[in-house]
């Protein structure tokens, strides 16, 4: 018994003296540290230094893998973009952007202490303009000009209303910017206003000729200034009814015969006196039709003429004198 007893109590000593030796080296001797190998093939820490970020995002004390993810999600979070009222958010890939997550990883834990690691971003302006014109094309808008019609016999302008117009190419610089990380702020797209070309407030002269009352008003916009007396056409050679403008405004101007019946067999007749034009002629955008001067006086206020629109003489040149080529004339039938 002693025999088989003692090589049993060998047995257990040296045991015993191993777990001994074991706990000893435990607390005496640190731990060899854990490394890792980069995709360069260079060794590294398991986990990334205190303080490091890559490209503001904090990756302090994450393995490899975790800071990987850091990184592409907030490589991959959206742009918010505003433009005018409205919010657009748009992600990196739309734009054909990639970041090199993995190589800034891979410095990340190489780096010292408390450093920003850059992430290198390759993008493509191209896309990035073409992203930037389809915005442009749902949110620019043409400036409206005040448009002039008639109420009630009488002018009324519609309200003008400025353009908008996308600066495309700060837009696309303004993005290509902040696609890193560390500059993901709202980017205000910037719309430049466009005027109009034609407002009320700028509007020029409106003649409203009332063919039954042979009357002429002259409006300067929608406010009212004058009005003439005048001769409108017979009842043979009616003057056109409809929307016009002065197409032409002659001083002492020659009188030609139209081809019409009436005049057949007559001859020019030269500025003067004896003119049927008197001194001005401004004709409308209605052939041979026209607002003119008459030396028969006695014809105003009546349905006399061949068709154009006679004043006195003098107050056919004060209208010459107030109007422009281009001014709109309403002719209506009472």
């Given at each position: 018994?002693?025999?088989v007893i003692f090589?049993l109590l060998?047995?257990?000593?040296?045991v015993a003296?191993g777990?001994?030796a074991?706990?000893?080296l435990a607390?005496?001797?640190?731990?060899?540290?854990?490394?890792?190998?980069?995709?360069?093939?260079?060794?590294?820490?398991a986990?990334?230094?205190s303080g490091v970020?890559?490209?503001g995002?904090?990756?302090?004390?994450?393995?490899?893998?975790?800071?990987?993810?850091?990184?592409?999600?907030?490589?991959?979070?959206?742009?918010?973009?505003?433009?005018g009222?409205?919010?657009?958010?748009v992600t990196?890939d739309?734009?054909?952007?990639?970041a090199g997550?993995?190589?800034?990883v891979?410095?990340?834990?190489?780096?010292?202490a408390g450093t920003?690691?850059?992430?290198?971003?390759?993008?493509d302006?191209?896309?990035t303009?073409?992203?930037v014109?389809?915005l442009?094309?749902?949110?620019?808008?043409d400036?409206?000009?005040?448009r002039?019609?008639?109420r009630?016999?009488?002018?009324?302008?519609?309200?003008?209303?400025?353009?908008?117009?996308?600066d495309?190419?700060r837009?696309?610089?303004?993005v290509?910017?902040a696609?890193s990380?560390?500059?993901r702020?709202?980017?205000?797209l910037?719309?430049r206003?466009?005027?109009?070309?034609?407002?009320r407030?700028g509007?020029g002269s409106v003649?409203?000729?009332h063919?039954g009352q042979n009357?002429?008003?002259?409006?300067?916009?929608?406010?009212?200034q004058?009005?003439f007396?005048?001769?409108?056409g017979?009842s043979?050679?009616p003057?056109?009814?409809?929307?016009?403008?002065i197409?032409?405004?002659w001083?002492?101007p020659?009188?030609?015969?139209?081809d019409?019946?009436?005049?057949?067999?007559?001859?020019?007749?030269?500025?003067?006196?004896g003119?049927p034009l008197g001194t001005?002629?401004?004709?409308?955008?209605?052939?041979?039709?026209?607002?003119?001067?008459?030396?028969?006086?006695?014809?105003i206020?009546?349905s006399?003429?061949?068709?154009c629109?006679?004043?006195?003489?003098s107050?056919?040149e004060w209208?010459f004198?107030?109007?422009?080529?281009?001014?709109?004339?309403f002719?209506?039938?009472?």
């Amino acid at each position: 018994m002693k025999r088989v007893i003692f090589p049993l109590l060998t047995v257990s000593g040296l045991v015993a003296a191993g777990l001994l030796a074991a706990v000893v080296l435990a607390a005496g001797t640190p731990p060899p540290a854990t490394t890792t190998t980069t995709t360069t093939g260079t060794t590294a820490a398991a986990t990334i230094a205190s303080g490091v970020t890559i490209a503001g995002v904090a990756v302090a004390g994450l393995a490899p893998e975790a800071a990987l993810a850091a990184v592409t999600r907030a490589f991959g979070a959206p742009l918010e973009l505003v433009i005018g009222n409205t919010r657009v958010l748009v992600t990196p890939d739309v734009l054909d952007a990639a970041a090199g997550t993995q190589k800034a990883v891979d410095r990340a834990l190489l780096a010292a202490a408390g450093t920003n690691v850059p992430l290198g971003i390759a993008t493509d302006a191209r896309q990035t303009a073409v992203f930037v014109a389809g915005l442009a094309r749902r949110y620019d808008r043409d400036a409206a000009d005040t448009r002039l019609f008639l109420r009630h016999g009488r002018p009324w302008l519609s309200r003008e209303r400025a353009g908008l117009r996308l600066d495309q190419r700060r837009a696309v610089r303004d993005v290509l910017a902040a696609l890193s990380p560390a500059a993901r702020e709202t980017i205000v797209l910037v719309q430049r206003k466009l005027k109009p070309k034609l407002t009320r407030r700028g509007f020029g002269s409106v003649l409203v000729i009332h063919r039954g009352q042979n009357r002429l008003f002259l409006y300067r916009g929608t406010k009212y200034q004058r009005v003439f007396g005048v001769a409108t056409g017979q009842s043979a050679y009616p003057t056109p009814l409809g929307r016009f403008a002065i197409a032409v405004k002659w001083k002492n101007p020659w009188w030609y015969p139209p081809d019409s019946p009436w005049a057949k067999g007559q001859k020019p007749i030269p500025p003067g006196l004896g003119n049927p034009l008197g001194t001005r002629w401004m004709g409308l955008t209605s052939p041979g039709v026209g607002i003119h001067g008459t030396p028969d006086a006695a014809s105003i206020g009546y349905s006399a003429s061949h068709g154009c629109i006679r004043m006195r003489i003098s107050e056919a040149e004060w209208l010459f004198n107030h109007i422009d080529v281009g001014t709109t004339v309403f002719i209506l039938p009472h």
